[in-house]
């Protein structure tokens, strides 16, 4: 009904128009993106036929964007870190590459939080951006530019990754969709920083996007051969599936308690599924889970089989130049002198902390070992977890750095290595995004995002933030 030109240009047109409130796209290229699209109308007049077209380029012509930790040919990819600030990526990340295949037209690059390790989106190369619901509210991290620029309808699709939560917490403070798969499914190659040693095992890419149909379908491409290993064309009866609901994490020290409108919103879909499916959801209390801040960060720290230690953020953060003192970096960012985050900084001297107790983090990484095997037991061939996002709804712009361990809701899924569908579910008594996390054994990602696209339809799915 509509040409590919038309699509492009009013996604262009609207990021032009909301782009300078959310800052969400910091880079783009339209002049291309506008160029490929009549390369797509061309073929389209011309071509073999749709059948034959939707087969072979099954994202054909739609505009996606891309969080700017991945490599996008002739774009920057800094990862927000100031000494990265001239370089331009002369390559495509193998996931940005088969969804290029698949005929999807980028649009540009989105912002993310230094080095893609903190939950708001906002460092000293792009700036800060704001959530399209309410300006003055976080998008979360790190893959917050994705998250903010699909909610304002400037992409339809679009790539995040995730190490503690960073696909998924976006996805919650953004109210769209976004799916953590099952760990070594979706290569993670052509990003910045990209894991290394054990974080392999956590460091997931996958698919963001408004509408819950699309979550599979892009799964599909990112995901290649790998697609195999998941159980995608299998049919799911929903009535079979066996839910489980857990309200709170047990009462962490470290993090804040659920806000009573995401309680209130996940005791809805309960109900909705006990009263239409005529299921029982099992309510469950899994001890462990009270300590997931902890395990999560003794597990990142933790040696690899080989013996190989962790990488350090402070390395990172001097990105092959000469490493960052975290102390000397805090004395710095005091007067306003420093080029890095306090996020950034925070979690540098976090690091040395981790070092000074090893006999502790080893009991973690145990605990964590034995939390896997009781989640894949709990859960088995057809089970689906319940669980809140975050603690809070979206909050204010600087306010992570009091609570900052509350991304350990998300972060748990990553050491675990189990697929999670954030699944967006109205909007709260303030007007900001209501969500939940629904959480499957390994390989088992064909059920949440089916339940995914039954809570869509039940509840409404992505709600347009309006006039910004």
């Known amino acids: 009904q509509v040409t590919c030109i038309e699509v492009v240009e009013a996604y262009v047109e609207r990021t032009k128009e909301v782009n300078p409130l959310i800052n969400a796209v910091v880079k783009d ?13 061309k073929l389209l ?5 749709d059948d034959y077209l939707e087969e072979k380029f099954p994202l054909l012509g739609v505009p996606i964007t891309v969080k700017e930790a991945f490599s996008l040919h002739g774009m920057p990819n800094t990862s927000g870190l100031v000494n990265r600030r001239n370089v331009i990526a002369t390559s495509d990340a193998t996931v940005v590459s088969r969804l290029k295949q698949a005929g999807a037209i980028p649009l540009g690059v989105t912002n993310c939080s230094e080095l893609c390790m903190w939950y708001e989106s906002s460092n000293r190369v792009y700036g800060r951006t704001n959530n399209p619901y309410d300006l003055q509210r976080i998008v979360g991290g790190s893959s917050g530019g994705e998250g903010s620029v699909l909610a304002a309808a ?33 290569p993670n190659d052509g990003q910045f920083p990209n894991a290394r040693g054990v974080r392999t095992s956590f460091l997931c890419t996958g698919p963001m996007c408004r509408y819950a149909e699309d979550l599979e379908l892009m799964l599909r491409v990112m995901a290649g ?12 009866s929903l009535e079979k599936i066996k839910f489980h609901c857990m309200d709170h994490d047990g009462g962490s020290i470290f993090v804040s308690p659920v806000d009573k409108e995401i309680l209130q919103a996940q005791k809805k879909v309960v109900e909705h599924l006990e009263s239409k499916l005529r299921v029982q959801v099992q309510r469950v209390a899994i001890h462990k889970m009270k300590y997931s801040f902890q395990i999560w960060s003794a597990m990142m720290s933790s040696k690899d089989s080989d013996g190989q230690e962790a990488q350090l953020f402070t390395d990172l953060l001097g990105d092959h130049g000469k490493p960052v003192w975290p102390l000397w970096e805090l004395m710095k960012w005091l007067v306003g002198m420093s080029s890095h985050t306090l996020p950034a900084i925070a979690l540098g001297l976090t690091e040395k902390l981790m070092k000074l107790n090893p006999g502790g983090n080893a009991k973690l990484v145990s605990m964590g070992k034995s939390l896997q095997e009781e989640m894949e037991a709990l859960l088995g061939p057809d089970g689906v977890l319940l669980y809140p996002s975050h603690p809070t709804i979206a909050p ?24 999670v569908t954030q699944c967006p579910l109205g909007l709260s008594s303030e007007g900001l995004p209501l969500g939940i996390q629904l959480v499957a054994a390994s390989y088992n990602d064909h059920l949440t995002l089916a339940v995914a696209r039954y809570l869509e339809k039940a509840f409404g799915g992505w709600v347009s933030p309006g006039k910004v």
């Not at 992409?155 to 990754?161: A, C, E, L, Q």
């Not at 051969?225 to 799911?236: A, D, F, I, M, Y």
């Not at 204010?396 to 697929?419: Q, W």
């Open 45 to 49: 007049s011309e071509g073999p036929g």
């Open 396 to 419: 204010r712009h600087h306010s992570p750095i009091c609570m900052p361990f509350n991304f350990a809701y998300t972060a748990i899924f990553n050491v675990l290595g189990l697929p």
């Open 29 to 41: 290229r339209f002049e291309e993106a506008l160029q490929e699209a009549r390369q797509v109308d």
């Open 225 to 236: 051969p790998g697609v195999s290993r998941l159980k995608l064309n299998e049919k799911v």
């Open 154 to 186: 400037c992409s339809v699709i679009g790539v995040g990754s995730d190490i503690g939560g960073s696909i998924r917490m976006p996805a919650f403070f953004n109210g769209v969709f976004g799916h953590k798969p099952t760990t070594g499914v979706v």
